[in-house]
């Protein structure tokens, strides 16, 4: 059974950076697209990153476009969400997803990926 590790959450002030990981345990991810969402309480989880299979490819909520940068690592077996220029409104818990399905593309939508990590909380102050 795969699992699905974020790390690297945390307080930062404003303007500052963070790094996300997502460490995948029991499957390898190297053939699947991965993704980032994030939630804030009351709120609907929200689509943040998205890189295709090959990593070629990304997407981006207009929200953070600029600011943070998707990325793969096969060999570790990790996708990372390096997240800069941080602003309070990006204080969420994090959350990194992979789906299972053969596809050479990326995806925005939570109902298109299969698993899901437990969550890393990122708060950033004013």
């Known amino acids: 059974q795969v699992q699905l590790v974020e790390s690297g959450g945390g307080l930062v002030q404003a303007g500052g950076s963070l790094s996300l990981a997502c460490a995948a345990s029991?499957?390898?991810?190297?053939?699947?697209?991965m993704g980032w969402f994030r939630q804030t309480p009351g709120k609907a989880r929200e689509f943040v990153a998205a890189i295709t299979w090959s990593g070629e490819g990304t997407l981006y909520a207009d929200s953070v476009k600029g600011r943070f940068t998707v990325s793969r690592d096969d060999a570790k077996n990790t996708v990372s969400l390096q997240m800069s220029s941080l602003k309070p409104e990006d204080t969420a818990v994090y959350y990194c997803?992979?789906?299972w399905g053969t596809g050479g593309y990326y995806y925005a939508g939570g109902y298109e990926y299969d698993d899901w990590g437990q969550g890393m909380q990122v708060t950033v102050s004013a």
């Open positions: 029991g499957h390898p991810l190297g053939h699947y697209a």
């Open positions: 997803a992979v789906r």
